[in-house]
């Protein structure tokens, strides 16, 4: 949530940018047709060091519009971590944190099974074994119902949002779990 409100932020101040940098260009009196067309030419660059200087190192440049473009509500920066996010979330369940809920509960690894990991698990395999379309397994996800099988994933805000419900659900639940367990080995 904080990356897709950094982006918005960035988005935000990216247009104030342009605009003022074109009216710097081309004067505050300038049409709005030339404004456009001398923003259209600002260029965004990530560099280390300042241009002229020995060890000046362009990194990246590309037009504001391209910015602007990336950082946009449903743009190239929020698919990305918004389907990173899924990819994490799950890695992090299977690699890590299921193991040790598991051994909380006196458990095996393949007893703690929860359904909306489960359906992390086939957007996950979507998203980096498909090329980010939906597989054809997604028709089985139980709660993450939102794609249709070759359909592109883009998990955005709202979709992030379900996301992390669910899994303080899970959680919220796995606490019960563990209470009631802990309570019955103390009587």
């Known amino acids: ?6 982006f ?8 104030r940018g342009k605009v003022n940098l074109a009216k710097l260009l081309c004067g505050d009196n300038a049409s709005d047709a030339e404004l456009a067309e001398a923003g259209a030419e600002c260029v965004y ?3 280390e060091g300042e241009p002229g200087e020995p060890g000046f190192v362009e990194i990246h440049t590309c037009t504001y519009d ?4 990336r950082n946009a ?12 996010l899924a990819v994490n979330i799950y890695a992090f369940w299977e690699n ?10 006196g458990k095996e690894k393949h007893d703690i099974q929860a359904p909306i990991m489960g359906d992390l698990r086939l957007y996950r395999q979507s998203i980096l074994h ?10 089985k996800c139980e709660v993450l119902k939102w794609y249709l099988e070759g359909e592109a994933i883009f998990l955005d805000t709202e979709k992030i949002s379900e996301i992390i419900l669910q899994i303080k659900k899970l959680i919220q639940e796995l606490k019960t779990e563990w209470r009631v367990r802990s309570s019955r080995r103390l009587r």
């Open 8 to 15: 918005r932020h960035l988005h935000a101040e990216s247009e």
């Open 130 to 139: 498909h090329n980010g379309k939906a597989l054809k397994e997604i028709s």
């Open 96 to 105: 890590f944190h299921r193991q040790r809920i598991a051994s909380l509960l």
């Open 1 to 6: 949530m904080d990356s897709i409100a950094g």
């Open 45 to 47: 660059s990530y560099a």
């Open 73 to 84: 509500e449903r743009g190239m920066n929020q698919w990305f971590a918004g389907n990173m």
């Open 66 to 69: 391209e910015y602007i473009s």
